[in-house]
């Protein structure tokens, strides 16, 4: 059964808006960072690391945001661009605004943390005016992420990005990437993410970030038909609540609710695992397939994400993804 | 015909939330500002006005907002505690914010401006945890005004208030109220009067308010009916739209149109049309008269309010109007 | 004996630089402010009192500050022109900030208070490229005012005067004017208030706000002797305490103490007693009086002003202060 | 001749105030930073440098400062005690600052940049209030840097140590490192450098830097010579003036000037030459040698530190320093 239908006829099967980072991962690991003496430069942010996991599995993808007038920021342009990432709608600021950055701290493959670096970042800085409608009604998808919704003018240009794709029909997708750094109270953070999710197709996040969002609401033993339910309601016809090892359950408007099977993983670290996760599962779903099969396909991209130094590098393609399903179940790869 | 039916069996029947102010008068006019030497206070801000105006008119009414911890705060809520509206929602600032002042202007009649203190504002910082939802739960109507909407956090506290009043089907009222002082951008307003406005049963703007709302769309004409019709597929029953002297029109969801006639006044200043105009109107539209006759009992109100020197002070009870309605009626009033 | 010589042969006698603000004065006093409707307009702020003040007595008086750019802004420029006050450096806003307010409340003659609005003031805006050497090269006497001192970039503008006051000869009298308002700390407030007194001549100040500028240092017993002497070894040549009732001692560099008889007064308010104090005092200085003549002087001024409704409008001329101290010669005038 | 004299019996020989930050250098140089794919991670900051210099060159050493309370903060005070500096007056910031990160772009050895971080940076926050005066008292020489006066409140902790080593008779050398980044206008610069500089006896400084602080006056010559001359009628014993390449005049209160020869050097990259030139040349003038001995002492100090990848690692000891100027004598060094 679909449970979304995309438009046809597009020209980018996947549009993503929102945060443009660099990240900056330890290369001597497994200690506190005060010892990490060198750091190696990647292409970060959730959404970025999404659209450059659409793209590496073979959709024609776009992105909508901003990035600084420097050295980070145009290395982050021509790293899209080199992917095959149509960047037409990446504006560049001219305020003097920095590119937002992230330390990766990894003591253990699972005391995993980060040093963010979100004051004055170009990326926040979208204004609804760069959104451009005619690209967004050439998306089939558009994927937007918590992120960028935790200040203005970034915020009210998702909040036109959801209107432009209403408006056109097409699919969103949003990944709630709920970080506290950038927003001022857990109170402004639940009026907007749920302003937003009202208008979305396809809801992704963890329990905790589902609770964030229900903070004004009842819903004490936090349970997940109950948050879900609420989405459908509105716009929503896919609700994937992740609750991290005990694994994801999709639950859809139809009542019926969805688990899948997860692959093991020699962890490196723990960053990624959610945007691969999502590429992984929107891809499938994408291409017709049952929520079951795209969330192992989201789940066997994200293993092989944890199992890399990086996030955005170590996407991985089809010819990857499918790699690395047989090799689980010839019993290859066990869990480190 | 019923175009909105209210809840029954409620404590309040009419509910406010946003600006709080001061109107400091000239109380030389017919000059400019420069030469008016004193002034009289007077408790201001649109949705106080109205929710004076529906308590002056019988309304059992309630008002949600904050207020400066000095004397003009202290001022506001003993006016509105004297005028019999309930204040147990109307919370003190403890930041040291001040009142928001409103200096006016009365160089004649028709040449009226007004000079705003908005900086560092209490009215602007209620927050969305301090809005009642046992309040709203309770009321028959809500009003909200596009004012408190400019800045954080008020603007989430009328997003909260907008969710308890859909959750427990309170009718909601939005007075548009544009006043770009607080604003950083046309587009800031767009996004966020447009996000508020779904969520309304009855909307009530001048052709500019709408038209500032349409930025981002095309209505190249600025048809009414165009603008009215994008909310009837949100949540939207009535709408108004204010063309000053040549009046206003209601347009309805089912199609129709409605115009109702106006009444002459001596008139001192424009300050207060407006608000004594949407008292005059919702308290018709819940005694479940026509649009017109409820129309024309806001535009009998909105005459006695401009023939006065205050705004909030001259709000009219149910005596007034009707005898204003009579006297026009005998001829006993011309235009001035 | 002659404490401080004074340039000659210069345009201006006085030249003062700060504050340009509007006060509200409550017209029904002996109340609290919620229970005052009415209040008027004067021209307000302590330097821009002590200009009038000196234009007033004779003194060919200029003025260096910033205005709003709307009708308080051109009221008080007019105000100050009428005064025969230059306000050829006087400039006009241009980013939409206000002009700060001052509510007076007058619960009785000795319970006075101020309900003051500084945010976003035309005032603190000033820039020290907008501050005219030209102009400060041709006066006798340049006035600052600690409130100037709060905030950038007018903290910079009163810097960049001093320096040119300095390079020219100007004679330099610091009114301490401290109002916590503006400032984010006592700290800021005594590292700055201290930087511009090591370069003035006069400082004018009362007790509790010496104490302010000592929070560093030790004066455990606030000795006014350890006070004055620390600024002898800079620039100082007087130092003026004020003890309120008690009277004022003027301490030089010579090692003298100078105190003067005060005279009764029929008491409206306290506001604009230290104003007029400074006025009436400067004037004696600049005469070539005797401190303890200077003083009287300034305090005849003063009883003038806290007998009238207003500060800037009650500034008295040499006639009215000279008939006011043989009034009190004479015995007509004694204390409310 | 000795041009400045410092106190005796002190705990420390010299301490530095300001800014704290952390480098993050290219290790692959020689192209633009784009093409830069790991960084390797430093000490920071010029006083900071020049402190770490100072230690190497084996000066009781004191830092008064602020960290941010994280990994990098935490790695600053590590290596500072690690380098035998007392760190007793480096405070934790409580805020949630950030440490600041300057990213190094080595495209050649004479096309060097920075691409720096300095919003919401813990060294900016220090305090007037956090600075030790003991600490101050038992010093006999204390550096402050440019930087630090940039924004409040570390602005005015600067000013607070001036005035507490001014009343123990403490030394004040003053390194301009002047850095547009964090200022908010160039007249704002030019304020707080002067208000500063009056309090200093040593100023180091390039040309650029003392034309910042000239703009109000009248040098349009830029002779260095008036330059100079106009510190001496303040507290300044010794005014250096750096010309780049063409070498560093040093002017003195006697109406002397002085210049030393300069070395040759393997330049891999610019950075740092200031900070050890500054710790070599005052580590001389400590020892009472003559300027044109500190100067060379100095130059040889910087030859090291631009041959070597970073700034603060490659600060020489005494006998790096000597063997140096050694070799040069020897002619086993040459320009690169």
Known sequence: MQHVTFPTSRTFDFAAIGRLCIDLNANEINRPMEETMTFTKYVGGSPANIAIGMSRLGQKTAFIGKIANDQMGRFIASYLQREGIDTSSVTVDDTGAVTGLAFTEIKSP????????????????????????????????????????????????????????????????????????????AEETAVYYNLAAEKCDILIGTREEFDQMEMFESNPEHDDRVTATKWFSYSAKIAIIKHGKEGSIAYTKDGSEHRAKSYPAKVIKTFGAGDSYAAGFLYGVMQGWTLEKSMEYGSAAACIVISSHSCSDAMPTTEQVEDYIKRCERGEITAS
């Open 110 to 185: 699972s005391e995993c943390s980060i040093l963010m670096y979100r004051d004055n970042v170009a990326d926040l800085l979208l204004k609804p005016e760069e959104v451009s409608e005619e690209l967004i009604s050439q998306a089939k998808l558009l994927l937007i992420s918590g992120t960028a919704l935790a200040q203005s003018p970034s915020r009210e240009a998702v909040f036109q990005a959801l209107e432009y794709a209403k408006k056109h029909g097409t699919v969103i997708a949003f990944d709630l990437d709920y970080r506290p750094y950038t927003w001022k109270s």
